[in-house]
C-alpha cells in the first residue's frame, strides 16, 4: 500500500481576472485518504479540482501528487499518473451502452490513445471492463443505452469510469447533486465499497453523505481554507454551522 501524501498543495491561488476563486490554499491528502471538501456556493470548490487535476493552471502555489511537483505537468499526463475526475455535467457516451463506455474508458478512449485493431479480441480488458460494471452496481444495465438510464445510473458510471485503469487518487465533483434519497444510497453504498486503499476526495453539499464515507472535512469559505476536522467535528461547529445557515 501506498504510504505518505497523494496530494500536497502549497500556497495555491487561481485568480480570473480581479476575482480570486482560491487563495493561499495549503493542505495534504493523506494516500488512501477519503477527504470531502464542502463550503457555499462559489466557495471555490470545483476551482480547486481544476488546479489539482490541470484543467486550469495554478496561478500561484505549487502541487504535488504523490511527492512529485506536477504544478507544470498537462492534465493528460496527470491522467497517466493516476489522477482521475469527475465532472458536474456528464461526459458520458449517451448512445453506447453501459458495457460499451466503460470498455472505452477501460482502453483509455479518453485519452486519445484508442487503437481499434489491438482492441480486438482483447480479454484482458473485457475482463476489467465486467469488473467495473460489477464495482458501480450496474451489471443489470449493462447492454442498456446511456440515454434511458435514470440519473442516479448515470452518476455511477460517470464514478466507473473514472475507476477505469489503476486510479491512485479519484475527485468526485458533487455526484450526489440532483439524485432522489434512494439514489443516495445507493451511492454511499458504492463510494463505501470502494478498495480500501482508493483514496479521494468529495465535493458534496450534503453533509450527512459527507459524514457517512469520508475520513476527514476541509472547510472553504469565500475561496480559503476555513477549517479542517473529522465528519463530527465538522458536524457540531457552530462556524461552519453558521457558514452553511447564512449561506456565506
Ligand atoms: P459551486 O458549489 O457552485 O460549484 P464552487 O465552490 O465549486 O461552487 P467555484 O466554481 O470554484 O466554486 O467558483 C469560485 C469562484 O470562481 C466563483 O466566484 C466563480 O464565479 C469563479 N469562477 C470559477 N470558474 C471561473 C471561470 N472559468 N471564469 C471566471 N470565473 C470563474
Do not use: C
Not at 38 to 49: D, P, Q, R, V
Not at 151 to 175: C, N, T, V
Not at 197 to 210: K, S, T
Amino acid at each position: 500500500l501506498a504510504t505518505g501524501d497523494a496530494l500536497e498543495l502549497e500556497g495555491v491561488t487561481r485568480t480570473f481576472g480581479a476575482l480570486r476563486a482560491i487563495e493561499d490554499v495549503s493542505f495534504s491528502v493523506a494516500a488512501g485518504e477519503r477527504r470531502a471538501v464542502i463550503g457555499a456556493n462559489g466557495a471555490g470548490k470545483t476551482t480547486l479540482f481544476n488546479v489539482v487535476t490541470g484543467d486550469f493552471p495554478a496561478t500561484a502555489g505549487r502541487v504535488r501528487f504523490f511527492g512529485e511537483d506536477i504544478t507544470e505537468v498537462p492534465a493528460y499526463d496527470r491522467i497517466r499518473m493516476g489522477l482521475r475526475r469527475t465532472y458536474q455535467s456528464s461526459l458520458l457516451f449517451r448512445n453506447l451502452t453501459v458495457w460499451d463506455n466503460l470498455f472505452l474508458a477501460v482502453r483509455g478512449v479518453a485519452r486519445g490513445r484508442f487503437d481499434f485493431r489491438r482492441a480486438r479480441g482483447a480479454h484482458p480488458s473485457r475482463a476489467a471492463t465486467d469488473e467495473l460494471l460489477e464495482r458501480v452496481r450496474l451489471q443489470s444495465v449493462a447492454q442498456r443505452l446511456v440515454s434511458s438510464l435514470s440519473h442516479g445510473q448515470q452518476r455511477q458510471l460517470e464514478i466507473g469510469m473514472a475507476l477505469a485503469g489503476a486510479p491512485r487518487l479519484i475527485l468526485f465533483d458533487e455526484p450526489a447533486a440532483g439524485l432522489s434519497p434512494a439514489e443516495r444510497r445507493e451511492l454511499v453504498t458504492l463510494l463505501g465499497a470502494l478498495p480500501e486503499h482508493m483514496g479521494f476526495i468529495l465535493i458534496e453539499h450534503d453533509l450527512e453523505i459527507a459524514l457517512r464515507v469520508v475520513d476527514r472535512v476541509t472547510v472553504m469559505h469565500n475561496g480559503r481554507v476555513l477549517k479542517h476536522g473529522t465528519p463530527q467535528e465538522i458536524e457540531n461547529d457552530a462556524e461552519v454551522a453558521a457558514i452553511y445557515m447564512g449561506g456565506g
